[in-house]
Nanobody, 124 residues
Framework: QLQLVESGGGLVQPGGSLRLSCVAS????????LGWFRQAPGKEREGVSC????????NYADSVKGRFTISRDNGKKTVYLQMNSLKPEDTAVYYC?????????????????WGQGTQVTVSS
């Protein structure tokens, strides 16, 4: 059974940066799309970014384009989300997810496996 564990969240000031990591275990994720989603209090979970199994295709929500960068290291079974120029509206719990069909979308229902989440708070 694939398990995903996120880390790297925390409190950061507006304009600051954070890098989230998600380590996979229990299955070979080399053929999976890996994605990041977030859920703010009182809001629905939304897609942030995803990356194909090869790493050559990526997808970003409009709200984070130019500020966030997704990458992966299949040797380490890890996906990263570099978040720069953070804004208070980026505050949310960030979830890592895996899609065994490698569809490279930001649609929640395409993802089979989910991590427990890591809190990101952007505040002065």
């Amino acid at each position: 059974q694939l398990q995903l564990v996120e880390s790297g969240g925390g409190l950061v000031q507006p304009g600051g940066s954070l890098r989230l990591s998600c380590v996979a275990s229990g299955a070979n994720v080399d053929y999976y799309t890996l994605g990041w989603f977030r859920q703010a209090p009182g809001k629905e979970r939304e897609g942030v970014s995803c990356i194909s199994s090869s790493g050559y295709r990526t997808n970003y929500a409009d709200s984070v384009k130019g500020r966030f960068t997704i990458s992966r290291d299949n040797g380490k079974k890890t996906v990263y989300l570099q978040m720069n120029s953070l804004k208070p509206e980026d505050t949310a719990v960030y979830y890592c997810a895996a899609d065994s069909l490698d569809v490279v979308t930001l649609k929640i229902y395409d993802y089979n496996y989910w991590g427990q989440g890591t809190q990101v708070t952007v505040s002065s």
